[in-house]
């Protein structure tokens, strides 16, 4: 009778393949956040290039001073909002890369398992058709011995 194959790390194989999705949504997460980084500053540039058309006047036009001051102030503050925004783009972008390298050491933990899973099966297999073989050969012999008796 066929022994079932058990691999005594599964426990392990179990823990690792959690860490790996758990990699994964750390992942999913990061690259979200640089995402919406992104957008934030794509919508800062927009507004600038909105209030640069804005200012534009015709020729002969009178130019309200107020107005451009008021739009010198925002442009300030347009500014202002652009750098934090490129500031946290920049960390958005260094936690992609910090979640992409947990990510890939957690595969491979995992995938190192998984590999040695099989290969344990395999040399499992291997080990019971070896068995069965010198059975089949052990009745064959006594057959023999019981025949020519």
Known sequence: ???RFQFRLEPLRRLREALEREAERVLGRALQAEREAQAHLDSLVEQRRGLFESRRSASGQVLDLDLWRAGERFLVVLERRQREGYERLRAASAQVVA???GLTVAHRNHLMLVRLKE???LLHAREQELRE???MDELAV????RQSA
């Open 1 to 3: 009778m066929a022994a």
């Open 99 to 101: 979640a992409r390298e």
């Open 119 to 121: 290969r344990r099966a």
């Open 133 to 135: 073989i010198i059975e």
């Open 142 to 145: 006594l057959r023999h011995h």
